[in-house]
T-cell receptor, first 112, second 113 residues
C-alpha cells in the first residue's frame, strides 16, 4: 500500500538556521505530494503541494521538489524563525485514491 | 470565503457513551473527509462523503459512522466509546472525490474517560 516515511524528530534549530526535513514515499501510480503544518493545539494547514515530477511547491519561504527518481519530497527553508516551530507532516494522495496518507510528523523547535 | 469549521472544540465523554461531531465544509466544496489523529501520530483516514454518499472508508469499525447533508456539512458519530477513541478528530473538505487538495478544520479534541 501507499506509505510516507518522514525524518525522525524532534528537530531543534537556532533562528536563521537552514532547515531540511526528509520525506520519502511509496505509492502506486503518480501521487500528488503535500506538506501540512500543525501549530500547537490547532488543525492542519496546507503549506505547499506538488502534483507531478520535478514540480516545486513553495510558500512562506518553504520549498519542496517532487523527485520521482528518488521518490522524495524533502522540505527546506533557508532561514527559520521562532514562529516556524510546529509539527510538519508529509502526505500523499495516490492516483484515484480518496484519502491522504500521512507520515508520522516531525516536530520542529526553533530557538531564539 | 469561509474555511472549514468544526464543533465542538473539546469534548469529554465516558466509556460506552455516544458522540456526534460536526463539520461545515469550505464554501464551494462538496466532499468531506474525516481523520483521527492520536497524540503524537499522523492523521488516519476514517471515511469520506461525496454528495451525501459514503465514498471510501479506512480501517475503522462500524461504530464509526457519518452523514453528509445537502449543504455538504457533515457529522461523525461514534457509538460505544472506548478509551482508545481519545484523539483529535479532523475534518477536511475538498472539491471532487478523487485526489483533490484537502483543507482541514481546527479539529475536535475528544477525551474518553
Amino acid at each position: 500500500g501507499d506509505s510516507v516515511t518522514q525524518m525522525e524528530g524532534p528537530v531543534t534549530l537556532s533562528e536563521e538556521a537552514f532547515l531540511t526535513i526528509n520525506c520519502t514515499y511509496t505509492a502506486t501510480g503518480y501521487p500528488s505530494l503535500f506538506w501540512y503544518v500543525q501549530y500547537p493545539g490547532e488543525g492542519l494547514q496546507l503549506l505547499l503541494k506538488a502534483t507531478k515530477a520535478d514540480d516545486k511547491g513553495s510558500n512562506k519561504g518553504f520549498e519542496a521538489t517532487y523527485r520521482k527518481e528518488t521518490t522524495s519530497f524533502h522540505l527546506e527553508k533557508g532561514s527559520v524563525q521562532v514562529s516556524d516551530s510546529a509539527v510538519y507532516f508529509c502526505a500523499l494522495i495516490a492516483g484515484s485514491a480518496r484519502q491522504l496518507t500521512f507520515g508520522s510528523g516531525t516536530q520542529l523547535t526553533v530557538l531564539p | 470565503e469561509t474555511g472549514v469549521t468544526q464543533s465542538p472544540t473539546h469534548l469529554i465523554k465516558t466509556r460506552g457513551q455516544q458522540v456526534t461531531l460536526r463539520c461545515s465544509s469550505q464554501s464551494g466544496h462538496n466532499t468531506v473527509s474525516w481523520y483521527q489523529q492520536a497524540l503524537g501520530q499522523g492523521p488516519q483516514f476514517i471515511f469520506q462523503y461525496y454528495r451525501e454518499e459514503e465514498n471510501g472508508r479506512g480501517n475503522f469499525p462500524p461504530r464509526f459512522s457519518g452523514l453528509q447533508f445537502p449543504n455538504y456539512s457533515s457529522e461523525l458519530n461514534v457509538n460505544a466509546l472506548e478509551l482508545d477513541d481519545s484523539a483529535l478528530y479532523l475534518c477536511a473538505s475538498s472539491l471532487g472525490d478523487r485526489g483533490e487538495t484537502q483543507y482541514f478544520g481546527p479539529g475536535t479534541r475528544l477525551l474518553v474517560l
